[in-house]
């Protein structure tokens, strides 16, 4: 059953943007965080009075890509200093952004005046974007290690499901077609495996599948709301975010949530850390190259 929550949430979709319902705090500072695996370590790298989601860590390890406000900035790792991404006519990007194997290219999630978020490529250097998806809502999520794929979540006929395209656009093709939204997709560093979030059982679990949709299979089966997983560069780990409390089908901003990492050869899970955040803090792929550390969002 439909329920409240979930209109306002799929509004909020389709505009783009994350709809606060009474109750919901929007968070005051923004917290810019690393964790490192080897050593079970948070360092914080920026901190904001100001709203910002979601860091992509770049391809050669020397900046993070991020948004607010509908924006695109770069942090460098090394000057300590932002940058505005020109993205010409795109000023209204949300938080599924990413950036290329080889580093040349970024993919944005954009919503158009009166339009659902649309996919986007640009030079990572700035640029004008080129469509990719001319339906909406679309909503990037991960990229092939080949650069010729990108796969997405789109809402067509009422539901989300996964889809898949050419980076140069054409047809879409639809990987998921079970009742309930599926979403977060990221491609293994082999490009063979699909991982992903699904709410087919009724609860919110991480899911794999083939590239081409094919062989589904449920990785999680607990108590938390598990979202967004993200596998490393050397394909040894998949970070994701969990909700302690169930979320039903949506991701909230400002709750309690888990950092949690899952051995991809063996599945066993180790919990990392706990903090406020959900909605931005990790939703797209944030590794840095060398498989050691991760960037992610908290919020006060």
């Known amino acids: 059953m439909i329920n409240f929550r979930q209109i306002i949430g799929w509004v909020g979709v389709l505009l783009g943007c994350p709809i606060l319902l009474q109750g919901q705090e929007a968070p005051s500072i923004s917290t810019m965080e690393i964790f490192d695996i080897e050593n079970l370590t948070r ?12 860091p992509n860590w770049s391809p050669d390890g020397t900046y993070l890509l991020y948004n607010s406000h509908g924006r695109l900035y770069k942090y460098n790792l090394q000057t300590g200093k ?54 909406h809502p679309s909503y990037w999520h991960g990229w092939s290690p080949d650069g010729q794929t990108l796969a997405y979540v789109a809402m067509r006929e009422g539901d989300f499901d996964i889809y898949a395209i050419n980076t140069q656009g054409g047809e879409e093709i639809q990987l998921t077609q079970e009742p309930g939204l599926d979403d977060g997709p990221d491609y293994s560093p082999d490009g063979k495996v699909i991982y992903y979030n699904s709410f087919q059982t009724g609860k919110m679990e991480i899911w794999q599948m083939n590239a081409d949709g094919s062989d589904k299979v449920q990785l999680t089966d607990d108590r938390y709301s598990n979202w967004f997983p993200h596998p490393s560069p050397d394909g040894q780990w ?30 066993t899970i180790q919990t990392l850390c706990r903090f406020t955040g959900g909605q931005g803090t990790i939703n797209v792929p944030s590794w840095a190259p060398d498989s050691k550390k991760f960037a992610f969002v908290s919020y006060q």
């Open 43 to 54: 360092r914080v790298v920026f901190e904001k009075a100001d709203h910002f989601e979601a």
């Open 238 to 267: 998949i970070v994701f975010i969990a909700y302690e409390e169930d979320q039903q089908g949506n991701h909230p901003p400002m709750k309690k949530v888990l950092l949690r990492m899952m051995n991809a050869e063996n599945g």
């Open 82 to 135: 932002e940058e505005q991404l020109q993205t010409d006519f795109a000023d209204n990007i949300n938080n599924d952004h990413g950036i290329s194997s080889d580093g040349k290219t970024i993919v944005i999630s954009h919503s158009p005046k009166g339009e659902g978020s649309k996919v986007y490529t640009l030079p990572a250097e700035g640029g004008t974007p080129s469509l990719v998806t001319p339906l």
